[in-house]
């Protein structure tokens, strides 16, 4: 099968890479039961011409992409649940992360401020967890305005 690069093809590897999260690709293969390298091709934009056609039907025809390829509807209330549940986990990870980061930079900040010396990898590890303790909250901000944006869709529908 030969694989072409769309923008299609990239929007689809940017979605993936989202619902991957932190999993890595051998976790995500063998909870779906495919190969590596196919997982790794579509997370690089490289999927099977017969995708993007099967996407391009749909937009043609303006039918829903997983009724055609299914068979079973999915309409607006039932995506705009499902991306609300996809959403409250999503935040509930960042939860778990910001906690995790403050964890580990309590630790290293409470060795370095009773005067150890940290090593080069205990400053780095410091360092990228400070700008997570920072960087955090705001993405977690974001993602409950998206939330409620969406909660506002459902209750309009």
């Known amino acids: 099968m030969q694989k072409k ?7 689809f590897a940017e979605r993936l890479a989202v619902l991957f999260n932190k999993e890595t690709q051998s976790s995500v293969s063998k909870r779906l039961d495919c190969s590596q390298g ?11 011409d017969t995708i993007s056609l099967l996407s391009k039907l749909a937009n043609e025809y303006s039918v829903d992409l997983h009724l055609l390829i299914t068979g079973e509807t999915y309409g607006p209330q039932k995506r705009l649940e499902t991306h609300h549940r996809d959403l ?9 992360e910001l ?59």
Do not use: W
């Open 5 to 11: 690069n769309h923008i299609f093809n990239k929007n």
């Open 99 to 157: 906690e995790e980061a403050r964890k580990i930079v309590n630790e290293l900040g409470g060795k370095k401020d009773r005067g150890t010396t940290l090593t080069p990898e205990e400053e780095n590890r410091l360092l990228e967890n400070l700008g997570r303790v920072r960087s955090l909250p705001k993405m977690m901000e974001r993602s409950i305005k998206h939330q409620a944006e969406i909660l506002k869709a459902m209750q309009q529908e």
């Open 88 to 96: 409250f986990k999503q935040y509930n990870d960042l939860v778990l």
């Open 38 to 48: 196919l997982l790794s091709n579509y997370l690089k934009g490289e999927i099977p």
